[in-house]
Structures are given as C-alpha cells and as structure tokens.
C-alpha cells in the first residue's frame, strides 16, 4: 500500500483546511455574536468545498448524507448532491500504477488494455483489458497517496463532527465516525476486498439471479484488483429506459435477494448501495461491482434486526428494548424507545403489511425527511441519543436500497420476501456458517465477528 507520508498529509491537511476553514470561522461567529446559523447556505458551502476536493472526505460525505439524523436536514439535502465521479487521472498515472504492481513489462501481461478510464470515482479508477487467454477484464487502480488522502481526511472529519456536536447535541456521531474510519481504511485494500469478492461468490452460490464477478488472482495487488468484465446495463440506466413493470418488479426482487441473503444467512452487508455498483443482465440478473465496503455482524446483532421487526408487529416492548440493544443503543428509556419507534417503523412499514405496495406510500422522499426531522427534534427532547457503530450500515442499506426500489417503482408483497428469509432464522446455525464460509476460504475472521 503506498506509504502513509507526512508530505502528502500535510498537503492535504492544507487544502482540506483552506476549504472548511471559512466556514468554520463563520459558524464559530454565529455561536459567539448569539445569531442564527443560516443552514442552508451553510451546507450549500459546504457541498461545494467539498465536491472541489473529491477524494475520502466526499466519500465520508455522501455516506453520512444517507443516515437519517447523522446530519442536520439542510445539510444532508445539499451533501447528497455530491457525485462520485471524479475525472480520471491520465495515463502517466496508469502507466505508473500499472508498473509498480505488475512490473515493467506489464503491457506484455495483456492483449490489450485501454488508455481511457471506463470509469472514475474517489478512491480509484476502472480500465477495461483482455487477458492473454481471451477473457475481458476490468483493472481498478488505486489513486496515489490514498492511504495519506484518507488519514487527512479522517482528521478533518473528526473536527467537523466535534464542531457539528458542539451546537446540536441531539445525535452523538461519535460511533458513526469510528466505523467510517475502519471502512474507509479497509476500502484501501484491494486484497481484501479480493476476499470479499469471493465470499459473496460463496455465500450467493445458490442464487442464479445474482453474479459476482471472479477475481484474476495473477494480475491483483493491493492497489491493483482485476476482475472479469461483467455485461450489463446500469442500472439508472434500466431504470430511464423505461422497463416494463414486470421486469422493474423482477429485477427489485432480485436486488432484494443480492442484499438480504447475504445478511440473514451469513451476517454480511454490502455497504455502499451506489447505484453505480449494480448492472443488470439480458436476463434481468444482477451484477454487482465495487467489494470495498462490507460489512460483517455477529449473529445477535441479525437476530436483533429480526427481533425489532417482530416487536414492531406485536407491540412487545420487552423484546424491542432488548433488539434495540442488540443494535448498539444504550440507556434506553420508555420515552426514547418511542422517539426510535417511530424511525423503525418507518424503515420496518414495508415489511410489516401483507399485501404487494410500492416501497413507500408516497413514493417520494418527502415523507421519509419529514420522519427524520421529527425524529431528531424528538431526540432533542429527550435528551439525545448516541448512534452505535452497528446502526451505520444497517440504516444506509435500508434506505440506500429503497431509494433503488422507489425508482424502480416496484409493487411488491415486501412482507413474504422477508418472511421467507427469516422462518427458519438460528443464531447458532448462523455462527456456524459463518465459520465454516470463512474456514473454506481460508481466511480469518473478521474483527467484528470475534
């Protein structure tokens, strides 16, 4: 991995700082003279700041956009305008990377590989190649100095959250920044996600409509991860292009399954539900692309998720205080455990009804910022709540999964789907699995799991 360098800190600690430092100057002036904050041109800057620099703090940005309550509403509006594509960097920088991973005679390891970036995002860029054998290949390069970008940035972060909870104390983001931290470093390596590519290939061997794309071990590193060419359409695309709603309905199903079977059998996420990392087949199978954030929960955590659904539906407080807990929260009172209620069940209503319906009533995102802001003044009210670092991806593949859904515009008996992965639901058979998949493997397992 390329050298955490002092340089190339201090360089972005620079450039991360002359962005945000006017507009920490001006939110410590507000505090001081006694006024009110204007939010919305507050976060509009701060959007822009942030969308000039690219790299992990956009990243950490973008995520901390899709947590309800992470953020105040003004600015999770203008944070989730952020767009991952970064222009890619040229082929001086290929070239370089590609020499340094493969040696100097890399080009002669193929029977082609493209100059340009097929595409480009905040940690790394994608060039499509052709093996020797034939076999068309997608080569994710690490940029440079990522490794010294993220610990930057992760220090700027850390200010900003500090600043954030100085003048709102309804949330404690301190958990939220812990696991940001250990996912953004992980993201840096390619060999582990490597790993994670096989163990989705492993956990999903049994489901035909979902494919991971093989990893081509000879031709990986760290920073270098070939995988092979998967065809498809994106899925923004499929869903622009007018799809019939038999297919939308069936190609939801289907993502539904590539997220969730993971999870309920294996305890394991995939954390970043960009919509950039799926295409769909001819078929209306699933591909899925980018194995850099993912997450792993030990079984009480899963039984916990199950657990609040089936409090949600009976009223058994009981069972909710002890799911909640299983989650990560603590100190739970009568009082906070309404104010969380009535965000688990709007995430859980889906579930909840047997009958087919979209995703959300209203179909819009109006409703679901409205229940976040109530929310939060609720969580003011009683006193605030410290956000678990288990709560961080588990909220964002709810909600980043049924952002993909509203716009698939799928009616969908949610309720049996779910049903069905859950019936026959066993922590220990779960822990079992999960030894098992990781002792095939031969890997260790995760720090999470222990």
């Known amino acids: 991995m390329d050298e955490n360098r002092l340089g190339s800190r201090l360089r972005r600690y620079t450039r991360v700082g002359t962005s945000l430092g006017g507009l920490a100057v001006q939110l410590g002036a507000n505090r001081v003279l006694g006024t009110k904050l204007d939010q919305g041109k507050h976060a509009s800057a701060l959007k822009d700041a942030l969308g000039d620099l690219k790299g992990p703090l956009m990243k950490a940005a973008q995520l901390l956009a899709s947590i309800p309550d992470a953020l105040p509403k003004e600015y999770a509006e203008d944070l989730r305008q952020l767009q991952s594509n970064a222009p890619p960097m040229g082929w001086t920088f290929v070239k370089r990377r590609m020499k340094s991973e493969l040696g100097s005679d890399w080009q002669g390891k193929f029977q082609s590989f493209e100059r340009e970036a097929a595409a480009a995002a905040s940690l790394g860029q994608v060039h499509r190649a052709v093996l020797p054998d034939g076999t068309d290949v997608a080569c994710k390069l690490q940029y440079p100095d990522m490794s010294s970008a993220v610990e930057a940035d992760l220090r700027q972060l850390a200010w900003a959250f500090g600043l954030y909870r100085s003048y709102d104390k309804a949330i404690d983001p301190s958990g939220v920044f812990v696991e940001l931290s250990a996912r953004l470093r992980e993201e840096l390596d390619y060999v582990r996600e490597a790993r994670h590519l096989r163990l989705y290939d492993e956990m999903l061997a049994d489901e035909p409509v979902v494919h991971v794309p093989p990893v081509h071990e000879e031709f990986s590193t760290e920073r270098l991860l070939t995988m092979t060419w998967v065809h498809g ?218």
């Open 233 to 450: 359409t994106p899925l923004i695309d499929f869903i622009r292009g007018g799809a019939l709603e038999e297919d939308r309905q069936t190609v939801a199903k289907n993502m539904f399954r590539a997220w969730y079977v993971p999870f309920y059998n294996y305890g394991v996420i995939h954390g970043d539900p960009h919509f950039g990392n799926y295409t769909i087949r001819d078929d209306l199978g699933i591909n899925m692309l980018d194995f850099g954030c993912v997450r792993f929960f030990q079984a009480k955590f899963v039984k916990g998720v199950i657990d609040l659904y089936e409090a949600l539906q009976t009223g058994n407080d009981d069972l909710a205080v002890s799911a909640y807990e299983a989650w990560g929260f603590t100190d739970i009172t009568r009082e906070l455990i309404d104010v969380l209620h009535v965000w688990a069940g709007f995430i859980f209503q889906p579930l909840l009804e047997d009958k087919p319906r979209l995703i959300t009533q209203t179909n819009t995102g109006e409703y679901g910022a409205e229940v976040a802001k109530n929310v939060h003044q609720e969580l003011k009210r009683v006193g605030g709540v410290k956000l678990p670092r288990e709560f961080v991806f588990m909220d964002r593949a709810a909600i980043g999964l049924g952002s993909v859904f509203m716009h698939l515009d799928a009616e969908i008996n949610w309720h049996r789907m779910f049903n069905e992965l859950i019936h026959d639901f066993d922590v220990d058979t779960m822990i079992e699995r999960q030894r098992v998949l990781f002792t095939k493997h031969g890997q260790p397992m995760p720090e999470e799991l222990d």
